[in-house]
């Protein structure tokens, strides 16, 4: 029986099987930022204990750092400072590669990442934050670790886990313009419900996932997470390739020419058996938007609330209903046409230069509406500097958006007593995550792509990015 691309990554990993469901795994690449990374450092050195491969770990600084632009490293998060004082003096004596605030390769891990060529196909990866399965859009196997997995692998270059199951999502069609990889994450964890991938190796593949740039892939993956996932991944192909030839930690020369025959042969085979399958058709799939406080409470751009007491589940009617109540939308109400008070554009899962690119079509000679703060925080200073070169940064400008610095900005700081939206504005974002308080107290978030992200922006209201695309963008 064949194997899957994920049994293909895990059996090359494994250095001992510990018995009782537990494995010893090698890890290829180890990122740090300055809030779990701080952590691990400090009881590396309480223990008086070494990072064994220091040229396998990378740092930088992206969760607590301001994006305001002329910012220092300071932060009006509490204890804040403190994180970013502890890991910018710890990092330095154990040899890791640190990308600074000053550093042009700065950024947001998950985005950084793959654009530096640290994460590749076929590798084992690990950070100490949720959405590490990001990079699985170039095919590797990662995930989020605590910080005592993370001590763990500094010290010794592995860590201890279970095996997951394995689960592949078959995309089927090709999508249709206006529509994107965050429509179609959105739709599968509506239709399969925020525990649809748990405990799986998510793979997603089918022939929507193979029309998409990485950029998309990476969106893809980045929420895998939210659904439950171990992890998210899809199998590296030509486009992996070309994406990440000549990046600056990515082989080079005849090391290159190896790397690309090995990762060739990580695609799953043809009779590889999963122990879940799950399927969703994109050819007729439209923008999705969120409605209340999980990624689960999604509707397509022209739905409507549903009705929580429609729900089978008591538990699922108890909890859409606290949603709604949140939210504060009545059922069977229009999603379109809801008045927002902000919007932002940023985070690990949008803010790469594809999205910065599809927004800025959006915006293009039109204005935010009156009383809406719209703000871009782009995913990397390197995304940053690009869109710059392009004239992005003009474009959302003139078009009324804030252009921040790169981090993790709005995406958590409201959650962790940063910066915010104001008490009870209603905003759209382009981010992962919308539970209650993420934005700030009592905001109401709701998720979405960055063009309709934009267009909402104009409109003053949640709105569908098709109705302000012009013929040249729909070609």
């Not at 994450?185 to 405990?199: E, F, P, Q, V």
């Amino acid at each position: 029986m064949g194997r899957t691309f994920f049994e293909k990554v895990w059996d090359d990993h494994v250095v001992a099987d510990l018995g009782d469901g537990a494995f010893l795994i090698h890890i290829d690449r180890h990122f740090l930022h300055e809030v779990s990374g701080a952590v691990s450092l400090k009881e590396i050195d309480a223990r008086h204990r070494t990072v064994r491969n220091p040229e396998l770990t990378f740092g930088t600084v992206d969760h607590v750092l301001e994006t305001v632009p002329g910012r220092g490293m300071t932060t009006r998060m509490p204890g804040g400072d403190d994180f970013l004082r502890e890991f910018t003096e710890r990092i330095g004596p154990h040899g890791i590669r640190f990308f600074d605030l000053h550093d042009p390769r700065q950024g947001i891990v998950h985005v950084i990442a793959p654009e530096l060529g640290v994460a590749l196909p076929g590798m084992t990866f690990i950070c100490g934050d949720s959405h590490t399965c990001t990079v699985g859009g170039v095919g590797a196997f990662a995930w989020g670790v605590g910080s005592s997995d993370s001590e763990h692998a500094l010290a010794t270059q592995t860590v201890i886990m279970t095996k997951p199951k394995t689960l592949r999502v078959n995309f089927t069609g090709q999508l249709r313009p206006g529509v994107h990889a965050k429509d179609m994450i959105l739709a599968l964890i509506a239709k399969y419900t925020a525990d649809g991938g748990t405990g799986y190796a998510i793979e997603f593949a089918g022939e929507a996932v193979r029309s998409l740039p990485m950029d998309g892939r990476l969106t893809l993956c980045n929420m895998a997470v939210e659904f439950g996932g171990r992890t998210g991944t899809v199998a590296p192909d030509e486009i992996t390739f070309a994406y990440l030839k000549d990046r600056e930690f990515s082989p080079r020369g005849a090391d290159w020419d190896r790397a690309v025959a090995y990762w060739r042969t990580l695609a799953s085979d043809a009779d590889a058996v999963y122990d879940m399958e799950y399927e969703l058709d994109c050819s007729t799939l439209e923008p999705q938007v969120t409605w209340g406080t999980s990624p689960e409470h999604s509707v397509a751009i022209g739905g409507v609330m549903p009705d929580p007491a429609a729900s089978a589940d008591p538990i699922a009617r108890t909890s859409r209903q606290r949603a709604a109540d949140y939210a504060e939308i009545e059922p069977g109400s229009p999603v379109m046409g809801l008045p927002i008070t902000g919007a932002f554009i940023g985070s690990c899962t949008n803010s790469r230069i594809d999205d910065l690119r599809a927004a800025a079509a959006i915006l293009k000679g039109r204005k935010v509406a009156e009383g809406v703060t719209a703000i871009c925080s782009p995913g990397s200073t390197a995304t940053k500097l690009l869109a710059e070169a392009e004239g992005i940064d003009r474009i959302f400008i003139e078009a009324g958006f804030e252009w921040r610095e790169s981090g993790c900005s709005l995406c958590m700081s409201g959650a962790t007593g940063g910066e915010s939206f104001p008490r009870d504005a209603r905003v759209i974002a382009s981010t992962n995550r919308n539970f209650e308080d993420r934005q700030g107290p009592h905001v109401r978030s709701h998720l979405a792509s960055p063009v309709t992200v934009a267009a909402s922006a104009i409109a003053g209201h949640i709105a569908d990015a098709r109705a302000f695309a012009s013929k040249e963008d729909e070609q």
